[in-house]
């Protein structure tokens, strides 16, 4: 029989067992304590810039949109700003994101609904964040969250896989996967577990292989199959480097 350790480092099965309730709370504990500063890592100054910043990452990552929004919050970080510049505009500065044209109609769109129905503020409401176009569930949740502190759970891909997988919220939905979550988390730690959670499925919990090896909440994890750590590799017979020839006197 082949020990775990030895095995190949094959894709761990994705059957988890229901989270127990009394492990819901260490479990938590386990991840703020791993990421005791967690935040978003989307770079904004306000509330508008946070909402612009969070409709450009759907299916993109933070540091991608991060590079575009530098340069165009310098020149525009307004609702009007960005009406002026306008969808061509906008376009120029976030080529290099996922569907940056559809997002730059969108965030043209919403910046003239601020203007034009709320006075140029983003509204502390959730149906009329999501009545802005681009605005969907998550994206209110984390604008809700960040911007105006309430203990919303924004399900993204990385809280749709770890609900599932790590058994604590399992879903066939994001919003069933949200439900659960809002459900099992003790109202204590509402408010930051979204942070903690998608830390962890960015860095450590990842959708190809899970480092359960470098998990510290891993004990009270659902997932029946834990993927062992990386084997070491024995040290190379090869000699590198450029050989120097030594000069041998004779005596």
């Not at 020990?3 to 989270?19: F, L, Y």
């Not at 970080?77 to 376009?91: D, F, S």
């Not at 190809?208 to 009270?220: D, K, S």
């Amino acid at each position: 029989m082949t020990d775990v350790a030895d095995a190949p480092r094959a894709k761990p099965k994705a059957a988890s067992a229901r989270m127990p309730a009394r492990n819901v709370r260490p479990f938590l504990e386990a991840l703020e304590a791993h990421w005791p500063d967690a935040k978003t890592e989307l770079v904004y100054s306000d509330v508008y810039t946070l909402l612009v910043s969070v409709v450009l990452s759907a299916q993109a990552t933070d540091i991608s949109v991060n590079k575009a929004t530098g340069p165009l919050f310098k020149v525009a970080a307004t609702p009007q700003a960005i009406v002026n510049l306008g969808v061509e505009g906008v376009g120029r500065y976030i080529k290099s994101i996922g569907l940056w044209q559809g997002k730059a109609r969108n965030v043209v769109a919403l910046s003239e609904i601020l203007v034009a129905q709320h006075g140029g503020a983003v509204p502390h409401d959730r149906a009329a964040l999501e009545a802005l176009p681009g605005v969907g569930r998550k994206t209110a949740n984390v604008v809700l969250n960040v911007a105006f502190g309430e203990p919303t759970i924004a399900v993204d891909t990385h809280l749709f896989r770890l609900g599932n997988r790590t058994g604590l919220a399992p879903g066939s939905t994001p919003r069933a996967v949200e439900d659960q979550l809002l459900k099992r988390i003790p109202p204590d730690m509402l408010m930051h577990a979204h942070h903690w959670l998608i830390l962890q499925g960015r860095y450590i919990c990842k959708a190809r292989l899970p480092e359960c090896w470098r998990c510290n909440a891993a004990p009270w994890c659902g997932l029946k199959l834990k993927s062992p750590p990386p084997a070491e590799k024995p040290p190379s017979s090869k000699l590198r480097g450029r050989m120097t020839p030594i000069a041998i006197e004779d005596r």
